[in-house]
């Protein structure tokens, strides 16, 4: 069963970038996709995007262009930065794999703990 | 306010079966398959069901999920304390080409 572990700075001023790093073990990040999730205070789930290992990739059109990934498949690891934040991306964010499976279904089947991001002064 | 509507919450007593709903359109459920996601609080998410009602392996028999035109249910028999949490619908659609989420809906067992 692959495992994800993400890891980033827990506090973030507005205006700036937020960077994450989501490291999985058990498998390889090649031939899968792989996605950020964000969950804001007391909020439902927000799908942030996805990328695939070769490094094209998709988002939520909601962040307006603000977000972009990146995939290391030499360190097992995907990234996250989303530019310009303010007080309303903060969440807790949670890296998943959306696996795509043998029958063309795809879900999120392996999900990060999550890390708390708080954008704040 | 989300593309694909839940109940905010739903009850019922231990041993008990209830149903949580998910409305959609044609350019998701309509078009594509429905997941379900267990959230336990302070906990990650945990997949339930996949392509509308496939169940992945380790995901107990009590969970069951359907889909009829633009709308899905999740069921849950023989309620237990432990199935308190909250639960998700998510679909990708065509037209937003983005992934979506209900809601969410809370099931406390009384």
């Known amino acids: 069963q692959v495992q994800l572990q993400g890891s980033g700075p827990g506090l973030v001023k507005p205006s700036e970038t937020l960077s994450l790093t989501c490291t999985v073990s058990g498998g390889s990040i090649s031939g899968n996709y792989w996605s950020w999730i964000r969950q804001s205070p007391g909020k439902g789930l927000e799908w942030v995007g996805y990328?695939?290992?070769?490094?094209?990739?998709k988002f939520n059109p909601s962040l307006k262009s603000r977000a972009t990934m990146s995939a290391d498949t030499s360190k097992n690891q995907f990234s996250l930065r989303l530019r310009t934040v303010t007080a309303a991306d903060t969440a807790i964010y949670y890296c998943a794999r959306r696996l795509y499976d043998s029958r063309g279904h795809y879900y999120f089947d392996s999900w990060g703990q999550g890390t708390l991001v708080t954008v704040s002064s | 306010q989300s593309v694909l509507t839940q109940p905010p919450s739903v009850s019922g007593a231990p041993r008990q079966r209830v149903t949580i709903s998910c409305s959609g359109s044609t350019s998701n459920i309509g078009d594509n398959g429905v997941s379900w996601y267990q959230q336990v609080p302070g906990k990650a998410p945990k997949l339930l069901i996949f392509?509308?009602?496939q169940r992945p392996s380790g995901v107990s028999d009590r969970f069951s999920g359907s889909k009829f035109g633009t709308s899905a249910s999740l069921a849950i028999s023989g309620l237990q304390a432990e199935d308190e949490a909250d639960y998700y619908c998510e679909a990708w659609d065509d037209s937003l080409k983005s992934v979506i989420f209900g809601g969410g809906t809370k099931l406390t067992v009384l």
């Open positions: 392509h509308d009602g």
């Open positions: 990328i695939y290992d070769t490094g094209s990739s």
